[in-house]
C-alpha cells in the first residue's frame, strides 16, 4: 500500500488533493456525482461577511486550455456559511474542512475569521487577499507586502487554527509577498490564485465577459504556477499549498517534487466534475510508476 | 441527482442551414422533466456545450442544437457511431403537474426544441396543447410538422410573414385562449411574452455557463426568491420568480 498522506500544520490529510475554492461550492453540489470523503479535503467557497451576488453576467469567457471568470466571489454571506452550509456538510463530509475568506477591509476578514475559527469542522483558514483593497484605492491586498502582511497579522491575532495566504500571481515579485506574509505569522501559503485576463467578442466587438477582465485559470496555467511555487517554496519555510492548472495526477506529483506539501485542483473539476476523485484514484498508480512509496518522499525535491 | 455517461450517436442530421438534430443511444435514467438540458465534452473545447434534451425514451435522447460557434461547428461534422461524453440530467425542468386544461407552450427559434417533450406529455395526461412556434423565415422552420404529429395545435408565426402570422409569438398568441404558458427562448421574447400574458407559466432562461451543474456560479441570476443559477435551479423560472 503506498503511502499518500500528507501533513499540513500539524493536520494529517489521508492523500494531497484538495478541490480549490469557488469550484466546489460547499461540497453539496459533488456530492450528487461522488462521495467527497475520498479527497484530502476541500476549500469551501471565498466567504465574505455580507451575502453577494456578485458581477453581472456573462461571468465566464472560454479559452484555448483554460477559461476566464469573473463571478465577482459570489456567496450567501458568513452567517449562513455558519448556520446552514457548515452544518449541512458535516452530514455527508467527515473530515476537516479549508475555510476560504475573502475581505474588503482588515476589519471584514478579521470579522470572518473570527466567527470561523469558532467552527470545529475547520481544519484550516485560507485568506484570499485577491480582493480590492478598498482602502488602498482598490488595488489587491495581496499585490502589496505591507498589506499581505497586515491581513496576515490581523487574522493571527483572532483565530488558533492555521492561517494559510492565498497568494494572487499578479504581482511583479511574489516572493517578497509571501515573506512579508511568513514573516506576520501565517503558517503556510497557497499559490496562485487566477491570472488576470481578458476576451473579446469580435463579432460583437465587445469584452465577452460584462465585468471585461477577469481570472484566466485551468491547464494553460500550469507552467506558471510550478515556477511560483518552486521560488516560493525555496524562499520560505512554511508549507505550500500547490494550485493552478492541475487536472491529473501526474500533475500533482508534479507540483509536489516543485515543493507543494498539498495541491489544490479547481477549474478542473468544472470540466470534469469525477476530476479530484480520479486523481485520487490514480495517484498511487503513478506513484508506482514513478518508483514514489510514500509521496510526502518527494515534497521539494527538485533543487 | 446527475451523471456522466458515454452515448453513442445514433444520428445526425442537418433540419435547416444551421439547426442540426442529433440522436444519443444510453442511459437517459437521470432525465426526469422536459426542459432539462446535457452537457456534452467535446474534443478540442476546454468546457463542456450545454444542449437542451428536445426528447427522450429509455434509451435515446434527441437533441436540437444551433450551429453558432467553434463547438456546435465540431459537433454539427459529428459522424453515427462516435462516442460522447456527455453529463445528462441537468437543471430542473418544466413542471407538468403545474399545468391547468389548455397549456400554452411558446418556442422561438432554439428555443423550440425542449418543448417538444414537453407537449407529448402534456397530451398524453390528456391537455388541450397549443403550440406557438416563431421563426424569422419559412427556410428557418423545424419540427412544425413533429409537433403536428403530436395531435396539438401548431401556430406558427415568421417574421418576414412567409408561413402563419406575420411577426413575433406575441402575434399569432392574441387570438388564442389559454391559461398557463410554458415558453423558452431568446431573452427579447421571453420579456414579451412575459408582459403580454397575465396567466401563470414557466419561462426557460439561456445563460453562458462554465461547468453547468452548479459548482462555478457563472450563470447565476437575480430572483424574487434570491440569487439562482441557471443551471441547477433553472434554467425553467416560475414566473412570479421572475425580474425582469
Known sequence: ?????????????????????????????????????????????????????????????????????A????????????????????????????????????????????????????????????????????????????????????????????????????????????????????????????????????????AVIANKMGGFSGDAVFPVAVRMVYQVSKACSVPVIGCGGVSSARDVI??????????????????????????????????????????SDIIGIVE | MYKK??????????????????VLAGDTQYLTAPGQFVNIAIEGCYLRRPISVCDYNENSITLIYKVVGRGTEIMSRMQAGEKLDVLTGLGNGFSLSAATERPLLVGGGVGVPPLYNLARKLKAAGKRVQVVLGFNRADEIFYADEFEALGVEVHIATVDGSVGVKGFVTDAMKALEFDYIYTCGPLPMLKAIYNASECDGEFSFEERMGCGFGACMGCSCQTTKGSKRICKEGPVLKRDEIIF
Open chain 1, 1 to 69: 500500500m503506498r503511502d499518500t498522506s500528507v501533513v499540513l500544520s500539524g493536520l494529517r490529510l489521508d492523500n494531497p488533493v484538495i478541490p480549490a475554492s469557488g469550484t466546489f461550492g460547499y461540497g453539496a453540489d459533488f456530492r450528487e456525482f461522488y462521495d467527497i470523503n475520498c479527497l484530502g479535503s476541500f476549500s469551501f467557497k471565498g466567504t465574505t461577511k455580507e451575502p453577494r451576488f456578485g458581477n453581472p453576467t456573462p461571468r465566464i469567457a472560454e479559452c484555448e486550455s483554460g477559461l476566464i471568470n
Open chain 1, 71 to 206: 463571478v465577482g466571489l459570489q456567496n450567501p454571506g458568513i452567517d449562513a456559511v455558519i448556520g446552514e452550509e457548515l452544518p449541512r456538510l458535516k452530514e455527508f463530509f467527515h473530515k476537516p474542512v479549508i475555510a476560504n475568506i475573502s475581505g474588503f477591509s482588515i476589519d471584514e476578514y478579521r470579522y470572518c475569521c473570527e466567527r470561523i475559527d469558532r467552527e470545529e469542522q475547520v481544519g484550516i483558514i485560507e485568506v484570499n487577499v485577491s480582493c480590492p483593497n478598498v482602502r488602498h484605492g482598490g488595488m489587491s491586498f495581496g499585490t502589496s507586502p505591507e498589506a499581505a502582511a497586515e491581513v496576515t497579522r490581523a487574522v493571527k491575532e483572532v483565530t488558533t487554527k492555521p492561517v494559510y495566504i492565498k497568494l494572487s500571481p499578479n504581482v511583479t515579485d511574489i516572493v517578497a509577498i509571501a515573506k512579508a506574509c511568513e514573516e506576520a505569522g501565517a503558517d503556510g501559503l497557497c499559490l496562485i490564485n487566477t491570472l488576470l485576463g481578458m476576451r473579446i467578442d469580435t463579432v460583437r466587438r465587445r
Open chain 1, 254 to 295: 508534479e507540483m509536489m517534487m516543485t515543493g507543494a506539501t498539498a495541491v489544490e485542483v479547481g477549474t478542473a473539476n468544472l470540466r470534469n466534475p469525477y476530476a479530484c476523485k480520479e486523481i485520487v484514484e490514480t495517484l498511487p498508480v503513478e506513484m508506482e510508476r514513478l518508483g514514489i512509496e510514500k509521496l
Open chain 2, 5 to 22: 455517461g458515454i452515448y453513442e450517436i445514433v444520428s445526425n442530421r442537418p433540419l435547416t442551414d444551421s439547426v442540426w438534430q442529433m
